[in-house]
């Protein structure tokens, strides 16, 4: 029996509908024939069919062979062992809750301004910097406040130049999905493609490459994952932030996660809220993501720990120690052993255990997101 040629019915009915989906727009991006949009209003955060043929399962092409949604998907079937054997030449084990890599270090930038700019040191802005000077890549992907800033809202854009990566810096906490950048980075002539996402998106370039989704996959060559628990929903501003604590979202300067929501404001004030409060705005397709270190990433990256200033990093590929190697060698971070705070080491994989129990039974006998333990082989 020839193999089945799973589409766009498969997808949503087993990713969509099901509370797998993370809003990824992975398959939007591979889509071929143009036919997928994306929403992200109301909380939805997902695609859909924009071809008015049958009901919003149903795709024309799909019933002629297309594949390539499917292909694009870091959430159908079996994604996680076939990146690890894709990335690593083995999926993880039961011991590696925050995935396979080969080195943790804390690391900063060491350009003042990227420091300053950055969420936890920098590190993420000298990155994609580093490699727009050295030719490492064209373009980045990434997200931007919209307008003035003064909304908040998140958006997916463009970074090529040194004005465009520090007007990109810095977290949001709420959701962009930054893959759907791409088509702008390929019309303005990039053809190596870096690519700064959560968790969620960060499984989206290694599983095209994996599944063979065609030129979108090619282009992606450098993946930097941020760590990530969840993100809320935009109406936090205003149900929450506004409406209990008197925050007007346009007021507001800077936001961080440290145990607490830590805002603050233009005027020089600060504020704490509970995250407790904020559980209710949890957007969506987080509530199923079993991933919180960004386990297929090339560089996964996070503020968590005892140093404000410093960034955990995590190196997971060949690319990515490279890349690392060569901004320290260069002076354009600094970097210390992770074991330097052995607290945010602990502190990663206890989320990312947390994470993983997330994967709903439904499903998890083809992820296998939490794998057993191997059998004890007995000896004589």
């Known amino acids: 029996m020839p193999p089945e040629k799973t589409q766009w019915k498969h997808l949503y009915d087993e990713v969509v509908t099901s509370g797998l989906c993370t809003g990824c727009a992975g398959c939007v991006i591979a889509c071929p024939h143009d036919v997928l949009g994306y929403r992200d209003d109301s909380g939805i955060y997902k695609p859909f069919q924009l071809e008015d043929f049958g009901g919003p399962s149903d795709c024309s092409h799909g019933d002629k062979g297309c594949t390539s949604c499917t292909r694009a998907c870091p959430r159908f079937r079996a994604w996680e062992p076939e990146i690890d054997e894709a990335l690593f030449g083995r999926p993880r084990t039961a011991d590696e809750p925050s995935g396979i890599y080969k080195d943790i270090v804390l690391a900063r930038a060491s350009d003042e301004v990227l420091h300053e700019v950055g969420q ?23 997200s931007y406040l919209e307008g003035d800033g003064s909304t ?143 386990e297929h990433a090339d560089i996964s990256t996070g503020g968590i720990g005892a140093f404000n200033d410093w960034t955990l990093t995590i190196v997971r590929t060949d690319v990515g120690r490279e890349l690392m190697a060569g901004l320290e060698r260069d002076g354009w971070i600094q970097t210390r052993p992770g074991d330097d705070d052995p607290g945010a080491i602990a502190l990663m994989h206890k989320l990312a255990t947390r994470s993983r129990k997330r994967w709903p039974e439904f499903a998890a006998t083809a992820p296998g997101a939490v794998p057993p333990k191997p059998p004890t082989v007995a000896t004589t």
């Open 152 to 294: 908040w809202k998140a958006v997916p854009g463009v970074a090529r130049t040194r004005e465009e990566i520090i007007a990109s810096a810095g977290s949001r906490y709420t959701y962009s999905a930054n893959t759907l950048a791409y088509q702008a980075a390929v019309d303005g002539g990039a053809e190596r493609i870096a690519l700064v996402g959560m968790s969620c998106q960060s499984s989206v370039p290694p599983v095209m490459k994996q599944r063979k989704a065609g030129k979108v996959a090619r282009r992606l060559s450098l993946n930097i994952g941020l760590l990530c628990s969840k993100t809320f929903d935009d109406a936090i501003f205003e149900e929450l932030f506004e409406a209990k604590y008197g925050l007007h979202k346009a007021d507001i300067k800077k936001m961080n996660i440290k145990g607490v929501f830590q805002i603050w404001m233009h005027n020089g004030d600060y504020h704490e809220i509970p995250l407790k409060e904020c559980h209710a705005w949890t957007r969506e397709g987080c509530k199923m993501c079993p991933d919180f270190a960004a």
């Open 120 to 142: 936890d040191g920098g590190l993420v802005s000298a990155l994609l910097l580093y490699a727009l000077e050295h030719d490492v890549i064209d373009a980045a992907l990434v």
